[in-house]
């Protein structure tokens, strides 16, 4: 007699929350890490905690720097090979968004194990391999737990010239702002995870959470480009805050320019929205104007965008070869979404 086939469980149903949807919400985070110093602060240490930056930065010669990030989550899709791609590409673009080549991976891994089979386990980090070939990087080692939900991601690092190094906190008055991919990720995910989500959108949303940031590197060799950050966790409104702040200057956002997901606005009058976006509002709600906008608009600005795109701050005369370096590697939906002024930190939605 055979014995019973065990029931695989779907690897959304074992997370509290998914993809960068379950970061540390920014008012929160600010409390825990905020009045944080390290008492070393030596000065090849181009990039610290100081700005929120995507990465640190180690200067080590006069032509070469490290970049050196960790990035980890809870799933958010089901497939354990799809979940693996996301969280890698995801950990690679904060490489991409100092301008930094990445170098090589360390697989960052926890997981249930008397709850999902080792072949799971296995496409999970075959997925993130994946990534790393196409980048050009091996995983090079790592370490793994036992934990109660499943968390998968990667310390990357990579390589950068000092004087190539794009901070998220250069930004002047009169620079365009531009995004390189479309938001409703976390939209996305949540209609996912209450199997809302037809087939062709998850594709979609496949298709955009593994396109590695590659721009990255040739956006901060170009003249004109002041600023570089990607937009992950806190939603468009948080990293454009984020860079408001760092660079002392305001923003104003045209929201009919925001490339959005095709049916993310439908998702989010169906009622599919993360908790994460809720809790990104009120950590950082009072430093925005939505205008005449609405809950709508308010819910995709917000919504957690796991492994999203670059936002760069760039002068008006350089608009045209950020976008064209974009179009070159296939970002087609890059494009100018604001400006910043000059004012007191802050984002004005038009």
């Not at 594709?203 to 590659?214: D, E, G, H, P, V």
């Not at 509002?281 to 819910?299: K, S």
Request: hydrophobic residues 45%; charged residues 20%; contains cysteine.
């Amino acid at each position: 007699m055979n014995a019973p086939e065990t029931k695989i469980p779907r690897l959304t149903s074992l997370s509290h929350g998914g993809g960068c949807g379950c970061k540390i919400a920014p008012a929160m985070l600010e409390q825990i890490i905020g009045r944080s110093a390290s008492s070393i602060l030596p000065k090849a240490l181009l990039v610290g905690i100081e700005t929120s930056d995507d990465a640190a930065v180690y200067q080590i010669s006069e032509s070469q720097a490290i970049v050196a990030t960790t990035d980890f989550f809870t799933p958010i899709v089901d497939d354990p090979f799809d979940f693996g791609a996301i969280a890698a590409t995801n950990a690679i673009s904060d490489v991409y968004a100092m301008g930094g080549m990445p170098v090589f991976a360390l697989a960052v891994v926890g997981m249930p194990i008397n709850t999902l089979p080792a072949a799971t386990i296995r496409r999970i980090l075959e997925g993130g391999e994946s990534v790393c070939r196409r980048a050009g990087i091996p995983v090079a080692g790592g370490h793994s737990i036992d934990s109660v939900e499943p968390i998968y991601g990667l310390v990357a690092i990579g390589l950068v010239h000092p004087k190539d190094v794009k901070r998220n906190c250069g930004a002047r008055a009169g620079d365009r702002l531009v995004l390189g991919k479309a938001l409703g990720m976390g939209v996305y995910g949540a209609a996912l995870k209450k199997q809302a989500l037809s087939h062709d959108c998850y594709r979609a949303m496949i298709a955009c959470a593994t396109r590695l940031n590659t721009p990255g590197p040739v956006l901060a060799r170009l003249d004109g480009v002041h600023a570089l950050t990607d937009v992950t966790g806190f939603g468009l409104l948080g990293h454009l805050l984020e860079v408001s702040k760092g660079s002392n200057v305001a923003a104003v956002i045209d929201w009919e320019r925001v490339p959005l997901l095709s049916q993310a606005r439908e998702l989010v009058r169906q009622g599919h929205k993360t908790g994460a976006s809720a809790r990104n509002w009120d950590g950082y709600g009072a430093l925005v104007n939505l205008g005449r906008r609405g809950d709508e608009e308010q819910v995709l600005l917000t919504d957690p965008q796991t492994s999203g795109g670059l936002l760069v701050a760039c002068a008006p005369q350089a608009v045209d070869r950020v976008l064209g370096v974009f179009r070159a590697d296939g970002f087609e939906q890059a494009a100018v979404v604001g400006e910043f002024v000059a004012g007191a930190p802050g984002v004005r939605v038009e």
